[in-house]
T-cell receptor, first 115, second 115 residues
Framework: DAGVIQSPRHEVTEMGQEVTLRCKPI?????LFWYRQTMMRGLELLIY????????DSGMPEDRFSAKMPNASFSTLKIQPSEPRDSAVYFC?????????????FGPGTRLTVT | DQQVKQNSPSLSVQEGRISILNCDYT??????FLWYKKYPAEGPTFLIS?????DKNEDGRFTVFLNKSAKHLSLHIVPSQPGDSAVYFC??????????????FGKGTKLSVKP
């Protein structure tokens, strides 16, 4: 398997623009996670899905952020409108299950820069 | 407030010597702990884990120690190799409560192993 695939790898956009990040989880994994990494806050969970259904979105910073998983092999994280403070590396991860013994596999991340 | 803390942002060790990375946590409900390793431009990869019913878990050159009374865990790498140079993230999860199974990450420690 190719692992978790994320696109684009780098995104530079201007404040106010819409940004869409994409993720393809490992085939057969029922859980998909979106994380954000910043210097100030480290690696923090934004939202996760189980069988394409959003389970916990308490980490989504505000209404400008939304995530969807229309099918088992694709998820998007959208920021509209984007702001400079959204600049970060966004990771997608997938796993077979949740909790002890279930390893999360991370994608390479998307580095977002909002100017 | 950070529930998982890695107080050393960086650590430099000579090749062949022992590397000790430390992690403290505040939530006594955490019952599963993990270490992830991250190279530049890649996503974190799972390294080793430990359940709260154990105080030590070993996998080759990597050993994780858990001290529940002190709410402290450490990762030992012996002997350290230049290829171990990476950022190491400590993570914790709980099987209880509303965030059941969610991984809470520390901010990471950058390990540099000098030849």
């Amino acid at each position: 398997d190719a692992g978790v695939i994320q696109s684009p790898r780098h995104e530079v956009t201007e404040m106010g623009q819409e940004v869409t990040l994409r993720c393809k989880p490992i085939s057969g994994h029922d859980y998909l996670f979106w994380y954000r990494q910043t210097m100030m806050r480290g690696l923090e969970l934004l939202i996760y899905f189980n069988n394409n259904v959003p389970i916990d979105d308490s980490g989504m910073p505000e209404d400008r952020f939304s995530a969807k998983m229309p099918n088992a092999s694709f998820s998007t994280l959208k920021i509209q409108p984007s702001e400079p403070r959204d600049s970060a590396v966004y990771f997608c991860a997938s796993s077979l299950g949740q909790g002890q013994g279930y390893e999360q596999y991370f994608g390479p991340g998307t580095r977002l820069t909002v100017t | 407030d950070q529930q998982v803390k890695q107080n050393s942002p960086s650590l430099s060790v000579q090749e062949g010597r022992i590397s000790i990375l430390n992690c403290d946590y505040t939530n006594s409900m955490f019952d599963y702990f993990l270490w992830y390793k991250k190279y530049p431009a890649e996503g974190p990869t799972f390294l080793i884990s430990i359940s709260s019913i154990k105080d030590k878990n070993e996998d080759g050159r990597f050993t994780v120690f858990l001290n529940k009374s002190a709410k402290h865990l450490s990762l030992h790498i012996v002997p350290s190799q230049p290829g171990d140079s990476a950022v190491y993230f400590c993570a914790a999860s709980s099987n209880y409560g509303g965030s059941q199974g969610n991984l809470i990450f520390g901010k990471g420690t950058k390990l540099s192993v000098k030849p």
